[in-house]
């Protein structure tokens, strides 16, 4: 596509509950970014995928989160057991393997709320 | 470990030029970026500077980087009313893929 696109754009769930969260990155870019922002914050990272490997993992919070990209293209980030504190803004990001600069192009987010 | 810090806030009236500054603490950053998120969209990269640089000029927008003092600054020239959002600053180091970024500092032009 045209743009990095996320799905849902909002989701409300309720403590405990599982959620998924999708994102289809833009069409060639083999780097895909997952960061979570919280409100007044910037952009935390959380996982970053090279094809289908999940090249550097360090962000992620705990166990309860898990992402996979199964064909090198859509990723899905998995959140078990949902808390209130998994509340925020979750930014999905590709870039292209040949920039050299490292450039990011961010879809517009999905807003979790556990309530 | 990386460490980006902004001031979270800016005021400025249109026509005025904005100064947006950020320090850093990775000395092997090679990359420095300022990307602008309006309300309810995603992040947009404006501009970068690459770490042997010490300026850059886009437009209305010019990039100093003090690679000596691990300072980055934004300067918007001739500050319009669209241009209200919160600007992160982000650095890439070496070996790294992934960008770490700043808290943002929200930029308010008045008329």
């Known amino acids: 596509g045209a743009g990095v696109s996320q799905t849902p754009s909002n989701k409300v769930t309720e403590k405990g509950k599982y959620v998924e969260l999708r994102c289809d990155p833009i069409?060639?870019?083999?780097?895909l970014y997952w960061y979570r922002q919280s409100l007044g914050q910037g952009p935390e990272f959380l996982i970053y995928?090279?094809?289908?490997?999940?090249?550097?993992d360090s962000g992620l919070p705990n166990d309860r989160f898990f992402a996979v990209r199964p064909e090198g293209s859509v990723s899905t980030l998995k959140i078990q057991r949902t808390e209130r504190g998994d509340s925020a803004v979750y930014l999905c990001?590709?870039?292209?393997?040949?920039?050299?600069?490292?450039?990011?192009?961010f879809g517009e987010g999905s807003r979790l709320t556990v309530l | 470990g990386e460490d980006v810090e902004q001031s979270l806030f800016l005021s400025v009236r249109e026509g005025d030029s904005s100064v947006i500054n950020c320090t850093y603490t990775?000395?092997?950053?090679?990359?420095l970026y300022w990307y602008k998120q309006e309300p309810g969209a995603g992040l947009q990269l404006l501009t970068y500077?690459?770490?042997?640089?010490d300026m850059k000029q886009d437009q209305r927008l010019t990039v100093l980087l003090n690679k000596k003092d691990k300072h980055l600054s934004l300067r918007i020239a001739d500050t319009q009313t669209g241009d209200s959002a919160i600007y992160f600053c982000?650095?890439?180091?070496?070996?790294?893929?992934?960008?770490?970024f700043g808290s943002g500092t929200r930029l308010q032009v008045q008329p």
């Open positions: 982000a650095e890439k180091a070496t070996g790294r893929r992934a960008l770490t």
């Open positions: 990775d000395s092997s950053s090679t990359y």
């Open positions: 500077i690459f770490s042997n640089m």
């Open positions: 069409s060639g870019h083999t780097a």
């Open positions: 990001a590709s870039s292209s393997r040949t920039a050299n600069t490292g450039e990011l192009f």
């Open positions: 995928f090279q094809g289908t490997g999940a090249a550097d």
